[in-house]
């Protein structure tokens, strides 16, 4: 049963940074990809970053939306199950809810992040950059 569980989200002032965290207490996430996205209040979902599986140690291709490429990280720590999203000079257009999610039959993020390729989904962490 897959379970995803975010954290680290909270309010911030632009130009901060935060972390968020995605974790599964019972699945193993190495060997699927692991897709960030996030919806604001009145917005669409928008995918915001992807990590691929796990190969020879280390983690697969990445992908990050235009809007936050250079600010933006994805990572794993595969000792503790978690990936990471590292959020640096934070926006206002950033606030949102940010939610992980991934899918038993997809192990690349193949460039792209779209919701209706994965089937399992936090509940979601929000941060809010405000000033």
């Known amino acids: 049963q897959v379970q995803l569980v975010e954290s680290g989200g909270g309010l911030v002032q632009p130009g901060e940074s935060l972390t968020l965290s995605c974790g599964d207490s019972?699945?193993?996430?190495?060997?699927?990809?692991i897709a960030w996205f996030r919806q604001a209040p009145g917005k669409e979902r928008e995918g915001v970053s992807c990590i691929s599986a796990v190969q020879g140690g280390h983690h697969g291709p990445t992908y990050y939306a235009e809007s936050v490429k250079g600010r933006f990280t994805v990572s794993r720590d595969n000792g503790k199950n978690q990936v990471y999203l590292q959020m640096n000079s934070l926006k206002p257009e950033d606030t949102a809810v940010y939610y992980c999610?991934?899918?038993?039959?997809?192990?690349?993020?193949?460039?792209?992040?779209?919701?209706?390729?994965?089937?399992?989904w936090g509940r979601g962490t929000q941060v809010t950059v405000s000033s």
């Open positions: 019972s699945f193993t996430l190495d060997y699927y990809a």
């Open positions: 999610a991934t899918d038993l039959n997809r192990s690349n993020c193949q460039g792209r992040v779209v919701a209706s390729w994965y089937d399992y």
